[in-house]
């Protein structure tokens, strides 16, 4: 079992950046894939971005809405993975959650995944 704690979240204004961070709990995480996903107020869960477990870390996949502006990045000593939101904007407001799925991976759909977050909420004020 595998338990996933995100953080990081809070208010920020347009224009500013939030790391988010999700740390896991077991050893095999570092071979997981780990995604992140969002859902604002009264819309559906939207894939913002995956990276693939370990042999395959380095290779990472977003949204196109969001490439540029966004990074993941895992560090696997620490059995932790980020999100790097720079550029933010009103519309970024949601609470974001980190999934891990078991194979290495990853998917832009949530159903691939084994494991959720509770979430952090990101709010972006303009």
């Known amino acids: 079992q595998v338990q996933l704690v995100e953080s990081g979240g809070g208010l920020v204004q347009a224009g500013g950046s939030l790391r988010l961070s999700c740390a896991a709990s077991g050893t095999a995480f570092r071979s997981y894939a780990v995604g992140w996903f969002r859902q604002a107020p009264a819309k559906e869960r939207e894939f913002v971005a995956y990276?693939?477990?370990?042999?395959?870390?380095?290779?990472?996949y977003y949204t196109d809405s969001l490439k540029g502006r966004f990074t993941i990045s895992r560090d696997n000593a620490k059995n932790t993975v980020y999100l790097q939101m720079n550029s933010l904007k009103p519309e970024d407001t949601a609470v974001y959650y980190c999934a891990a799925d078991r194979s290495f991976t990853g998917s832009a759909d949530a159903l691939a995944y084994d494991y959720w977050g509770q979430g952090t909420q990101v709010t972006v004020s303009s």
């Open positions: 990276i693939r477990g370990f042999p395959f870390s380095t290779y990472d």
